[in-house]
């Protein structure tokens, strides 16, 4: 993955569905390097039937998306040196269009051609003392990156062409986010219309949780050796995704290298911004707009989410006091979500 998010809370009220409560089916696995956990909630749960279509369906995400399968859809577009439009799944050209219109609206901190500067930067496999990039290895890198400038997607045809032979696809920031939505779809496929669907510490919501009513996600503080809640929020229907750059990155002569790339850059992020929670209508939308907000900061992110009026939690480090101290900002659209649960 190219961020790891972090841990959320499921947090659940004290509440009640009636006379008639109904079946609760829980789900672990491990997938996309992390682990998976699903509640479902309905009568005459198949439990058979249900894993097995969890399942099945996480393996057709990997067999499409997968960096890590050389034989994935997206592993054979990036082996490719090809110039000519190549056709894309109807999967993976419904992931180009949501990748295109977040690189475009967060003016480019989105960008699934990133491989060669996250690469160059040792995420992953990198020695502590190896020395971190040069200027020239840098620029070098970066000439190979831009989603704008290096690829043509054609919805109307599902291709997508490449425009420099060498270009290659990382999907890290947005593949879980699309197998996330792709097993709820599998739920409702069996008829669940209460759910949770959580990967890695990212998730979607459906209706309500086992005890009747809203399922309540508690953000994880930023703090290394300890879990802690920071916010609770309350949802149904919606997709919670949280991006940290505080338990991947490497030091290198007493500097501090985040696992984040500024697309615009080529360099590791250096604000104070450590951990962003941005909640949407689906995973595959919060996941992709979580790096992108992380990339931005707080700052320029919050001008951001208020222009695209997008629901999202920044906690930011104070260096004004000790390395534990933190100050949080959240954009109109996640303070009304807030004042609800207040409302409630």
Known sequence: MLRRASMMALLFLTACWG????????????????TYNITAIGDGLDEDRIAGAVVGMLSQVNATMSNWDPTSEVSRFSASRSTAPIELSAELASLMEVANTVHEQSTGRFDVTLDPLISLWGFGPRKPTDPVPSEEEITQAWLRVGQEHLLVSDSE???????????????GAIAKGYGIDAVAGALRDHEIENYMVEIGGDLVTAGLNPNGAPWRIGVE??????????VVVPLSGQALATSG???????????????????TTGRPITHVTTSVTVIADNAMLADAWATAMLVLGAEAGLKLAETHKLAVFFISRDVSLDEDAYITAQSGAFDALLQAQTDD
């Open 245 to 263: 750059d505080y338990r991947n990155f490497f030091e290198h002569d007493g500097q501090r290298y985040s696992h984040i790339i500024d697309p």
């Open 19 to 34: 006379e008639d409560e109904p079946e609760v089916l829980r789900l672990t696995g491990e997938t996309m390097g992390t």
């Open 157 to 171: 045809s599902q291709t997508l062409t490449k425009l420099d032979p060498n270009v290659s696809l990382n999907l």
């Open 221 to 230: 503080k930023p703090q290394l050796g300890a879990q802690s809640v920071q």
